[in-house]
């Protein structure tokens, strides 16, 4: 049994390394005063049912009952995970595989409330200190009881809270903790326009239910610090200082409180395994931050300010060139004796806003960025922030916009250490036409969603701006076309702004993205796509200003590409992908020859990389749950960070290490034209900067058939199709013989039996083979569905190309269901071949699946994928349902033209040119 096991182990990719380094909550710094138990780890669960009667949309939440002793399932979860995370981005399968956690039954998959337990026992020593409980995030409305008592609530999918439970817990004895979430969507209200009452982010947020971040209990001093904001106020040579002291003993109590500055020293490993890894230290002290005493109230708090002037020379910029970062000590002590000690990391930078620039460190800094949704389990670990900020790096850019939610800490902390400007973006996120924006409810929770969310991240010295929505304006005016809820968007404007200036008064850029200057409100405008106007119109603003989102890299099908390099836009992925290259070359070129402060286009992440085939043994085949992915090794309790049970194919763009069989990323040539076009001193040559645009030719008339036959039925679609493109049918039959030859061919329609023998000499086109025709000897035929094709460029198809064959805008059936191969295939000449992308797995399909979806579709078709072939004279096709759009109905005129059939309006010749040649294999025996 072992052996067998060892077998199936060796045969699966499995990564033994945390899949989410990381560090507890209470820094190592602060343990002789603070302590804290990571409750990550197996929770017990319970779904609660929707009451009965209770209906969707109304903005009435059901109550959630209390859990059943009886009622708990028998599979624990994960802690922290979503109960639904592996339906997340699902449809069918089509795409990435997002199956991260298989040991969970799949009818949790739609669970809508549900309870979480923990049982967790009390250290001894911890008596006559602050019991914290604390979630990083948890994904819908939260109620949290302690040993019966209810302690919390909570309606924010993103931001961490905490609770005071000293007084229901008892040091040495064991304390129960329960979790209620309610999802997201029970407190819809399509009442009217949008639906969600809190900002819930996009793909990722309004999907996921449950504890998705870290859960700690924490032992706090009874006298602490609360709060810390570091201001490095360059421009002034101070450091600054912004402490919260809160007193939760019975008496006031008068401290001093300040610190020493350190270098913080990055001691991560190079390799792409150990460079995720925190791994730092300490180095030389620089400064003293002089203490101040305070009088602390009892159960109160008091507000301190610190100050220290910095010498030239004594704390290095920060910059993207070179992070440089320091840890402040703050030192809070009751006469001589130190009661709490508070680490806090910063950067010596300062942005400023000067005139229509925005400046680093008081010189003009232009950003050049990179900015993606959220999508699930794979971007929970520092591994995958340091792929990406790697990549941001590789393609010569400085900036990353975390776009549509607040994403979890640890992205901010890879920023500080690696050199990435961020610009952190709340949940605000209208593009879906989602937001409630006709509701106070959510125009009050959006501001304190900003409070908290800017109160998180304020010391991170790599976040130099602040995104507070994304698309309200158009959706307002475009989708919802309601210009009268627009001053109730400017109100939020001002009161948002005014949010984060009283919040945080060291960062300037306040912007919302592809919303302007939000009516002249904001310091800065962001525009989102357009085109050389768009640019003119958001640099004649006079404000520092930038692009948010641009290209046609997220939505554009092979037909709107096509404008950029013609007919190899239609015929693969990455003809498509050479298209957007010269794109997002020009576009980019254009935005920093305009000026742009922030430049970029949407995306490098998902867009100009390929979905990685993670532990794929075989790219042909769909997805195994049980043999494809990275498995993971042995669970480990109370630990920081997500532990998935496995990563599926095609998840996430990016390698980690997690497969050493694949790259940390696979570019595709829209990736190496965005690297040339954001060269450090101005946009470098690339090849993508011009390509041919390829187009069909025009060709010599063909020699005309004399005579064509036809066998089917009267009344099929062949028929009718053949009619109406005007063919002239000859009178005889089949069987009749002529006084002297002339050149024939017989048009059968393969889509069903027919029983005939050809004349001898005549040509024979099997239009629209199925296997209901029959058996072949010179063909098999395959199963293959597809509505655009690939000319050869020869004979029947010559002069035309991947443009003409491309029927996916215009129809939704399928133009065939089979491809051939064989003897006829292997011997005779191929005339057309189906696309082995199949663009109805990209065109106006969702953003989280199409890119997987559009590459699987290429790897997983079948071998075969000949669909029209020339055999000696006999010509097969399995094309069938095409032409009656305008764009099949041409590509059929052609067909017939080139192939020298007679019809009425046609343009072939008695005496054409064209020659097919020497062919191997004449039809001599009946087709059956």
């Not at 969310?453 to 995104?467: I, K, T």
Request: aromatic residues 10%; charged residues 25%.
């Amino acid at each position: 049994m072992t052996s067998l096991l060892s077998s199936l182990l060796l045969a699966l990719t499995v990564f033994t390394h945390p899949f989410a380094p990381s560090e507890g909550f209470v820094n190592r710094l602060e343990k002789e005063h603070r302590q804290e138990i990571c409750l990550n780890g197996h929770w017990q669960f319970q779904a609660m049912p929707v009451p009965d009667g209770w209906e969707y949309g109304k903005g009435n939440p059901p109550e959630l009952a209390m859990p059943s002793p009886e009622g708990w399932d028998k599979t624990l979860i994960r802690i922290p995970s979503p109960w639904n995370a592996n339906s997340f981005a699902k449809h069918n399968l089509e795409g990435p595989d997002h199956r991260d956690f298989p040991s969970y039954p799949q009818s949790w998959d739609n669970v809508r409330m549900a309870w979480m337990r923990k049982t967790v026992t009390v250290p001894q020593d911890w008596s006559g200190q602050r019991l914290i409980l604390h979630f990083e995030a948890v994904a819908g409305f939260a109620e949290v009881y302690v040993n019966g008592h209810k302690v919390a609530e909570n309606f924010d999918n993103f931001l961490s809270f905490e609770a005071d439970i000293t007084d229901y817990l008892v040091p040495g004895k064991e304390a129960e903790i329960l979790v209620g979430v309610r999802s997201l969507s029970l407190f819809d209200d399509n009442s009217t326009i949008g639906r969600r009452v809190i900002p819930a982010g996009s793909m990722w947020g309004t999907h996921i239910s449950g504890i998705w971040q870290d859960v700690y209990l924490m032992a706090l001093p009874q006298v602490r610090v609360a709060d810390v904001f570091v201001k490095p106020l360059v421009s002034k040579k101070t450091l600054e200082v912004e402490v919260i002291l809160r007193n939760d003993s019975r008496k006031d109590v008068k401290v001093s409180v300040g610190g020493d500055v350190k270098e913080w020293v990055n001691m991560a490993a190079k390799d792409v395994i150990g460079a995720p890894v925190p791994e730092w230290k300490l180095g030389q002290q620089t400064m003293t931050v002089a203490p101040v005493q305070v009088m602390v109230p009892a159960g109160g708090k008091s507000v301190v300010t610190l100050s220290a002037p910095v010498e030239d020379g004594t704390l290095d910029f920060w910059s993207p060139e070179h992070p440089s970062l320091y840890a402040l000590l703050l030192n809070v002590k009751s006469g001589k004796k130190e009661i709490d000690l508070k680490y806090e990391r910063f950067g010596w930078r300062e942005w400023t806003l000067v005139g229509d620039k925005q400046c680093l460190n008081g010189k003009p800094y232009p950003l050049r960025g990179d900015s993606w949704h959220f999508m699930g389990i794979p971007q929970m670990t520092r591994r995958y922030a340091w792929a990406w900020y790697t990549a941001i790096k590789d393609m010569n850019a400085n900036a990353v916009r975390l776009h549509a939610q607040v994403y979890p800490r640890f992205y901010m902390d890879l920023a500080d250490e690696m050199g990435i400007c961020v610009l952190d973006e709340t949940a605000n996120w209208a593009s879906d036409g989602g937001p409630k924006l006709d509701s106070d409810k959510f125009w009050e929770a959006s501001k304190d969603h900003l409070r908290r969310f800017v109160l998180r991240d304020r010391n991170h010295p790599g976040v130099f701006g602040w995104s507070i929505s994304n698309e309200n304006k158009p959706v307002i005016l475009y989708v919802h076309k309601r210009p009268d809820l627009m001053p109730g968007q400017v109100q939020a404007w001002k009161d948002w702004k005014e949010i984060v200036m009283e919040t945080d008064p060291t960062r300037p850029w306040i912007s919302s993205d592809g919303e302007d200057d939000g009516e002249g409100i904001l310091p800065v405008t962001v525009g989102h796509y357009g085109d050389a106007s768009s640019l003119e119109h958001w640099k004649s603003i006079g404000k520092p200003w930038g692009i948010g989102e641009h290209s046609m890299a997220y939505y554009g099908t092979p037909k709107e590409v096509s404008k950029y390099n013609g007919a190899r836009a239609f015929e693969s992925a990455e003809g498509r992908m050479e298209g957007l290259a010269n794109e997002c070359w020009h576009l980019l070129a254009d935005q920093r020859r305009a000026g742009a402060s922030y430049s970029t286009v949407f995306n490098m992440a998902w867009y100009a990389l390929k979905p990685l085939s993670l532990g794929k043994k075989d790219l042909t085949t769909v997805p195994s749950l049980e043999e494809d992915g990275i498995f993971f090794g042995e669970y480990v309790e109370g630990v920081p960070g997500v532990q998935p049970e496995r990563l599926g194919p095609y998840s996430t763009t990016f390698n980690p290490g997690y497969d050493p069989a694949l790259p940390l990323y696979e570019p595709w040539p829209l990736f190496d034209a965005m690297r040339a076009a954001n060269a450090p001193d101005g946009p470098a040559w690339s090849p993508w900067e011009n390509v041919l645009k390829t187009e069909g030719t025009e060709t010599s008339p063909a020699l005309e058939y004399e005579r064509v036959l036809f066998v089917g039925r009267p009344d099929s679609e062949l028929r009718k199709t053949l009619d109406a493109q005007g063919v002239r049918f000859s009178e005889s039959s089949v069987k009749k013989t002529a006084k002297k030859p002339v050149r024939t061919i017989v048009i059968v329609d393969a889509s069903e039996a027919q029983n005939f023998t050809p004349e001898n000499g005549a040509d024979v086109w099997l239009c629209g083979l199925t296997p209901d025709f029959g058996q072949l000897d010179c063909v098999e035929i395959v199963p293959f569905r597809r509505s655009s094709y690939i000319p050869e460029n020869r004979s029947w198809t010559r002069g035309m190309t991947a443009k003409d064959f491309y029927f996916c805008e215009s129809q939704n059936q399928d133009a065939s269901a089979w491809s051939l191969s064989g003897k006829a295939v292997d011997e005779g000449v191929v005339l057309l071949r189906a696309c082995r992308a199949d663009w109805r797995k990209w065109n106006r399909r969702a953003e989280d699946m199409k890119t997987a979806a559009l590459l699987r579709s290429e790897r997983e078709a079948p071998k075969a994928d000949a669909v029209f072939v020339k055999y000696g004279n006999l010509y097969i096709s399995t094309l069938k349902d095409f032409a009656s759009s305008p764009e099949g109905f041409a590509a059929l005129s052609k067909m017939l033209d080139n192939a020298g059939i007679p019809r009425e309006g046609s343009t072939v010749s008695k005496e054409g040119r064209f020659n097919e040649g020497e062919l191997p294999g004449l039809l001599t025996k009946p087709v059956k």
